[in-house]
């Protein structure tokens, strides 16, 4: 198995790719949470 | 989906006095400065730091474990917080800050715990070991997986509220024990990773990483805690408008 500097990048790659699908994935998914709830808040206006 | 009756006027005579609908926070801009602040340092920290000795590259993984692992110890701490003022106090929104911060805290030790074993594979030469401080850890997971289960499966709020913080103050106290098990117990993990333990050349970058980590992270619960509110407004005006609409 490559060992340190040879396949060090690309493992380290690897991390920060599932860090970041993560991040940016509960990010979206709170901010949708939010959106969705003012927009139930509108139409609830509406009535 | 409300049923519309052609019949009715569109606005009900009972209907509760409108309330006009909280206004747009500026959070979620916030939220996307943050990672951008998180981008940032990483690649200040990854370009300016040389490959280590020992480990190589795979080193630069350490700007982005170490601070998750710190900020999932630091949600925990916040859960441990509410969940006693929420228990001792009995408002809403200590109960919402904590829901927040557990589930934050959840998905950052799930997180560290893929991190971990994507540096453990080229260093240590495996995935998974059920070493102390990754044992530890993964307790800690189930802990708040199984307080994140207890709210979605309890359908009495306050119940789920109390029984929750009962487990969100004990859970906590797993923290120390993960935090401490690489000097308590014989483990193929190094000691935590502090300005203490790291060489000078890294610990600028860590530093930063950390900074903006818990920045993030602090803004992610502040967003939650945002989403729960407006969730229970939803809540609470469509159920005055069937009241009001049934009399």
């Not at chain 1, 060992?3 to 901010?31: E, P």
Request: charge should be positive; include cysteine.
């Amino acid at each position: 198995m490559p060992h340190g500097s040879d396949w060090g990048m690309g493992w380290a790659l690897l991390a920060y790719g599932v860090s970041w699908a993560v991040m940016i994935g509960y990010l979206r998914y709170v901010n949708s949470r939010v959106g969705r709830a003012h927009e139930a808040l509108a139409r609830e206006e509406d009535f | 989906m409300p049923v519309i009756d052609a019949t009715r006027p569109a606005v009900s005579p009972h209907a509760p006095p409108a309330a006009a609908a909280p206004a747009r926070s500026r959070l979620g801009l916030y939220s996307w400065l943050a990672l951008a602040a998180v981008a940032a340092t990483q690649a200040i920290a990854i370009a300016l730091s040389p490959a280590d000795a020992a480990m190589g590259h795979t080193q630069k993984i350490m700007y982005v474990h170490v601070p998750t692992a710190w900020c999932a110890f630091l949600a925990f701490g916040i859960v441990f917080a509410y969940s006693v003022l929420y228990l001792w106090k009995n408002e809403q929104r200590h109960d919402d800050a904590a829901l927040a911060a557990a589930e934050v805290g959840t998905a950052l030790t799930a997180l560290t715990l893929a991190q971990g074993s994507i540096w453990g594979r080229p260093t240590w030469g495996i995935w998974w070991t059920w070493d102390p401080r990754l044992t530890t850890t993964a307790i800690l997971l189930l802990i708040f997986a199984g307080y994140l289960a207890l709210r979605a499966f309890t359908e009495d709020p306050e119940k789920a509220g109390r029984w929750s913080a009962a487990v969100g103050i004990f859970g906590f106290i797993n923290v120390p024990i993960v935090f401490m098990s690489v000097r308590w117990w014989r483990t193929i993990h190094q000691v935590q990773s502090t300005g203490d333990s790291v060489a000078p050349v890294y610990k600028l970058g860590l530093l930063m990483n950390v900074i903006t980590f818990t920045v993030l992270m602090l803004v992610l619960i502040a967003r939650r805690v945002e989403a729960a509110r407006l969730e229970r407004l939803v809540d609470a005006r469509r159920e005055a408008r069937i009241l009001s609409e049934g009399r």
